[in-house]
């Protein structure tokens, strides 16, 4: 069965520091990948997604996502995280032949101190 | 453009009773999603509408059941509701563009189980 791994359950930045989630995926076919932002009170807003073409994607508010097709990851990246970026981020996987449910990893929690 | 909206914000019910949870999908939408996120376990697949047909659900049991209405809204039924159905409830909508759909979210509703 399918499965995502978010290796970091919860990390604390100070802000201007660099970001990187981690995000695993055991499924060998091809696949859509999606990262998923949740701020406090907030609905999931999508951040950005890869269905094909170049592998470094770039979402809104300045993060962007590689996928690796060989290590199975797609890691969230940004450069230099704010205090506004303390949310909980989610990767989230689908097939790429078939679309469909998504399925989830258990989430990141960020912490951005001023 | 309005984005998915769900009613009602809360529910409250006890034990056995039943709860009915709606989805309006973004206009256009023709697919409608149903997650569940309960605290330690992440969000989990429920059912998946399209075109007023069921095309799949999750590892949930029977009393957990839904449909979609000829204008592509949404109903999520919970039977003989049980604590561990306290959760919040997320539904999502994609415009159904084959492989390659983006499901948006909305709000949610948050159960609680007496």
């Known amino acids: 069965a399918q499965s995502v791994s978010q290796h970091n359950h919860h990390v604390i930045l100070s802000e201007a520091a660099s970001l990187e989630l981690g995000c695993n995926y055991s499924y060998g076919g091809t696949v859509n990948l999606f990262w998923y932002v949740q701020y406090p009170g907030q609905h999931l807003q999508l951040l950005l997604k890869?269905?094909?073409?170049?592998?470094l994607v770039k979402g809104i508010k300045g993060f962007e996502a590689e996928f690796i097709k060989s290590k199975f990851s797609f890691n969230l990246r940004k450069p230099s995280v704010q205090w506004s970026d303390t949310a909980e981020y989610f990767c989230a996987v689908n097939k790429g032949n078939q679309g469909g449910k998504l399925i989830f990893g258990q989430g990141t929690e960020l912490s951005v101190k001023p | 453009e309005a984005g998915v909206t769900q009613s009602p914000t809360h529910l409250i019910k006890t034990r056995g009773q039943q709860a009915t949870l709606r989805c309006s999908p973004i206009?256009?939408?023709?697919?409608v999603y149903w997650y569940q996120q309960a605290l330690g376990l992440g969000l989990q697949f429920l059912l998946w509408?399209?075109?007023?047909?069921?095309?799949n659900r999750g590892n949930f049991p029977p009393r957990f059941s839904g449909r979609q209405f000829p204008n592509y809204s949404s109903e999520l039924n919970v039977n003989a509701l049980e604590l561990e159905d306290s959760a919040l409830y997320l539904c999502a909508s994609s415009s159904s563009e084959g492989t390659r759909e983006t499901q948006y979210f909305g709000p949610g509703t948050r159960l609680l189980v007496l």
């Open positions: 509408y399209d075109e007023g047909e069921e095309r």
């Open positions: 206009s256009g939408h023709t697919s």
């Open positions: 890869y269905f094909s073409g170049d592998p």
